[in-house]
C-alpha cells in the first residue's frame, strides 16, 4: 500500500485489504479495530473522493469496500457508480444509522453488496462482510 494511506499494519492471517470510508474518525477507528482483530489489512479515506483515489491506486488489492452512506463531497450513489466503474465485482457494504428503507431507497438499483446498520455489533460487520466476499468467490459478482 502507499506511504499516504493510514494502515493498522499485516493482521494474522492476512485475509485482504478492506478500505473504509467514512468521514467519522471514531467509527473508522472502530471499523479498522474490528477489521484487524478478524484478519483484515485495512485502509482509511475520509471522504469518498479520497476512498475512490485509493481504490484507483490500489486496484485489485483491496478486497472490499466498507463505506458510509452520507459523506462530504461524493455521496454514495456517485462514490458506488465510480467504484463499480473501476471494480464490477468490488463487495461493497454501506454502513448507516439511517432506517433500512430509507437506505433500500437510496440504494436501490446500485449493487450495492450488503448494508450495516450503524452503531454496528463487530459480530454483524464481519458476518456481512464475510457473505459479500463469499459471494464474489462463489459467482464472480457481488450484488
Not at 469518498?48 to 463531497?73: C, H, K, T
Not at 436501490?108 to 459480530?123: A, E, Q, W, Y
Amino acid at each position: 500500500m502507499s506511504a499516504d494511506s493510514s494502515t493498522t499494519g499485516p493482521a494474522p492471517g492476512n485475509r485482504g485489504w478492506v478500505l473504509v470510508i467514512d468521514d467519522e474518525p471514531g467509527i473508522r477507528r472502530f471499523a479498522l479495530r474490528v477489521l484487524e482483530s478478524a484478519g483484515y489489512q485495512s485502509i482509511e479515506a475520509g471522504d469518498g473522493r479520497q476512498g475512490l483515489g485509493m481504490v484507483v491506486q490500489q486496484g485489485r488489492e483491496i478486497a472490499a469496500v466498507l463505506m458510509d452512506l452520507s459523506m462530504p463531497g461524493m455521496d454514495a450513489r456517485d462514490l458506488v457508480h465510480e467504484l463499480r466503474r473501476v471494480d464490477p465485482q468490488l463487495p461493497i457494504l454501506v454502513m448507516s444509522g439511517y432506517s433500512d428503507a430509507e437506505v433500500a431507497e437510496q440504494l436501490d438499483g446500485l449493487g450495492v453488496s450488503d448494508f450495516v446498520h450503524k452503531p454496528f455489533r463487530p459480530r454483524d460487520l464481519m458476518e456481512r462482510l464475510e457473505q459479500a466476499l463469499s459471494r464474489k468467490t462463489q459467482t464472480g459478482t457481488t450484488p
